[in-house]
């Protein structure tokens, strides 16, 4: 950071502890003499389908039927997500969880934000189950101010410009990954649907989503292939007789959807011996499938014996290669309640559904290349997605960096100017900029 910006010219100790020196001409001041915070409240009485947003610390999530404020303010967490101040420059009504400041009028509202942003929100977050930060505390934070307004103008829009930039490289990434995703799902399901052999001969498998498959491959049905078996949650619910033990693991349907990894090695609750009677064990290796929820249709394969809620299926007695089924299914998530479900209404994916899936079945040793192939492509894209990953987190703490040591006055960007370019023929930084061509190189060629 240092080596593109300048300092200021002489500093002083703010004895703040976590702030350090700060330019000379600056002040320390407490939160409290920038702003009034203010309570939310909650939304439910004045929630309506259109109308102002109701902020909560994730963002707008509803809206009311009338505001709280209708100023700029800046949002900071009371209870729950208390490390992620939003600005917001529109009328809004803020939940009883958040926080609202009426802004002094020489304080810059982003200016305030971007403050916000550099609170140790760790230090003063109250010791309870549940983080949450008093006014008293956020009130006496100390920052250090410039004595001019104009300054803190300057720095908020410098802050603006800056990490405008960094967000659009970020986005790039992010539509990257997506990209890749979609790519890696399209190799995929010509695997596990056309094969590998592009000149094979094909026909028609008389399934109307399916269409054309190699012509010396056989359709088959789930439900003539294994056992579809619902798995099964202890009642009541919650009991800590069946809940909470240290006997048997238990998947439910988040710890099958929260990533696209193949297997399922771990899960975070355990039922009791009592609460595992209650429901069924599914052997190590056995493939399971949500059932239920916004995201029904996610496969994985087990390599532990568990129970499982009724949200998951399992396939017991599975005689077709494992692999090549999770691949098969993988790529049936997107469309698998309009495949399955068109016209039933049904929410659910009942086993009577799941046993009706069709399932084109190549020989045995062409599977056994279809999944070693799928494999390879996987590692590809796993490692060209991981690059991104890691641009993003480097972009994001470059991010936080700029933000920190422009309003704690490590950087003087008093003589900053504007570019008149647009955003995005601006030069980025060389660090920033090489990271996002070298991976997104890859990603071209590998396509």
């Known amino acids: 950071m240092t080596g593109k910006y300048q300092a200021y010219p002489e500093y002083k100790d703010s004895r703040v502890e976590w702030l350090g020196r700060v330019p000379k001409h600056w002040n320390v001041t407490r939160l409290k003499h920038m702003a009034q915070i203010r309570n939310g409240q909650d939304y439910k009485l004045v929630e309506a389908t259109t109308g102002y947003p109701v902020m909560g ?35 809004f009504w803020t939940v009883d969880t958040m926080y609202y400041t009426e802004i002094n009028k020489d304080i810059p509202a982003k200016y305030l934000y ?38 803190r103008i300057q720095i908020a829009n410098f802050l603006d410009h800056e990490t405008a930039k960094i967000d659009t490289l970020i986005e790039e990434q992010q539509s990257l990954i997506r990209l890749l995703k979609e790519k890696r799902q399209a ?53 800590p007789a069946l809940f909470n ?8 349907v988040a710890e099958i959807t929260k990533d696209d990894e193949i297997y399922l090695n771990e899960t975070e609750t355990f039922l009791t011996k009592k609460g595992s009677q209650q429901c069924r064990v599914f052997k190590a290796g056995t493939l399971l499938l949500s059932n239920s929820g916004a995201t029904l249709g996610v496969p994985k394969i087990l390599t532990i014996d568990a129970n499982a809620n009724d949200g998951v299926v399992g396939f017991e007695q599975l005689r077709l290669n494992h692999q090549y089924c999770y691949f098969y299914l993988s790529i049936l998530t997107q469309d698998i309640r309009e495949r399955i479900k068109q016209g039933s209404g049904q929410p659910n994916l009942n086993t009577d559904i799941v046993k009706e899936i069709a399932v084109p079945i190549p020989p045995n040793d062409e599977i056994i290349k279809i999944v070693d192939h799928i494999g390879k492509i996987r590692s590809q894209y796993a490692e060209l997605m991981r690059q991104a ?10 991010r936080t960096a700029l933000i920190s040591a422009a309003v704690t006055g490590k950087i003087d960007v008093r003589n900053w ?3 008149k370019t647009a955003l995005e023929n601006e030069p980025c930084d060389s660090d920033i900029s090489t990271i996002q061509s070298n991976y997104q190189e890859q990603a071209v060629e590998d396509m």
């Open 57 to 91: 610390s994730g963002g707008q999530f509803t809206y009311a039927t009338k505001f709280m404020y209708d100023k700029e303010s800046v949002l900071l967490g009371r209870k729950g997500t208390i490390d992620k101040p939003l600005y917001i420059n529109k009328p």
């Open 389 to 398: 990953k890691d641009g993003i987190k480097l972009l994001e703490e470059r």
């Open 114 to 151: 971007y403050l916000a942003l550099t609170i140790q929100f760790d230090r003063y977050s109250t010791n309870t189950a549940l983080p949450s930060m008093t006014q008293e505390h956020l009130g006496n934070y100390s920052f250090g101010v410039p004595e001019s307004e104009a300054e």
């Open 245 to 252: 033990g240290d006997y048997s693991p238990w998947v439910t």
């Open 417 to 419: 100017i504007a570019p």
């Open 187 to 239: 190799v995929i399901s010509h695997a596990v649907t056309k094969g590998l052999n592009p000149d094979a001969p094909m026909k028609d498998s008389g399934v109307e989503w399916l269409g054309e498959v190699p012509e010396h491959w056989i359709i088959s049905k789930f439900g003539y292939l294994s056992l579809v078996v619902r798995g099964g949650s202890p009642r009541p619910a919650g009991d």
